[in-house]
């Protein structure tokens, strides 16, 4: 059965860079699409942050894009995101995902991670 | 890129159905069958609920249907039942090679 987690620091302070990694077990994520990222600012919708094959190739929100870089190291089954310059506009609950049948749907998610970005 | 447009709360009574609307563009919802849904309960994941428009995933309930009619794409739930109660979300991939989410339906069984 495949589980993801998320884990990197829960406080981060503005302009500072948010950074984020996430473990999967039962599956290889040399497998298949793209890995997905994805937020939800508290009490607010869902916004799509990014994705990344396992190649190291990537997909951006273009919102986010200048300040956002994401890897994948397959040896440890991880991929990772960072996220530069942060502002309080980027607290959120933050979600990796599993893509399920295209890079576009994501069927596995992890529990989630609250980063506060405050002084 | 704009969040898909879906209304901010849907109700029915038990055993009832509803239909969620997510209402895009031609460069997105209407362009591609790459809409998915899914439900969040408080404080949990979201769950996939329906992909490419239609499609279940293995196991989930024949409850949950999906359609889309040019620009908007629809998500009926069939005889509603008490823990049909979360809020729902749709997503689409776009044509910049992105994904956008819809806003969100809180969806009550009354």
């Known amino acids: 059965q495949v589980q993801l987690q998320e884990s990197g620091p829960g406080l981060v302070k503005p302009s500072e860079t948010l950074s984020l990694t996430c473990t999967v077990s039962g599956y290889s994520i040399s497998s298949g699409y793209y890995w997905g990222w994805i937020r939800q600012p508290p009490g607010k919708g869902l916004e799509w942050i990014g994705s990344v094959y396992h190649s190291g190739n990537t997909y951006y929100n273009p919102s986010l894009k200048s300040r956002l870089t994401m890897s994948v190291d397959t040896s440890k089954n991880q991929f990772s995101l960072k996220l530069t310059s942060v502002t309080a506009a980027d607290t959120a609950v933050y979600y990796c995902?599993?893509?399920?049948?295209?890079?576009?749907?994501?069927?596995?998610w992890g529990q989630g991670t609250l980063v506060t970005v405050s002084s | 890129q704009s969040a898909l447009t879906q209304p901010a709360s849907v109700s029915g009574s038990p055993g009832q159905s509803i239909t969620i609307s997510c209402t895009g563009t031609s460069s997105d919802v209407g362009g591609y069958d790459y809409v998915s849904w899914y439900q969040q309960y408080p404080g949990k994941a979201p769950k996939l609920m329906i992909y490419?428009?239609?499609y279940r995933p293995s196991g989930l309930s024949y409850r949950f249907s999906g359609s889309k009619s040019g620009n908007t794409a629809s998500l009926t739930i069939s005889g509603l039942q008490a823990e049909d109660e979360a809020d729902y979300y749709c997503?689409?991939?776009?044509?910049?090679?992105?994904?956008?989410f819809g806003t969100g339906t809180k969806v009550t069984v009354l």
């Open positions: 490419d428009v239609r």
């Open positions: 995902a599993r893509p399920y049948s295209s890079n576009w749907n994501f069927d596995s």
């Open positions: 997503s689409s991939y776009t044509s910049s090679s992105t994904l956008v």
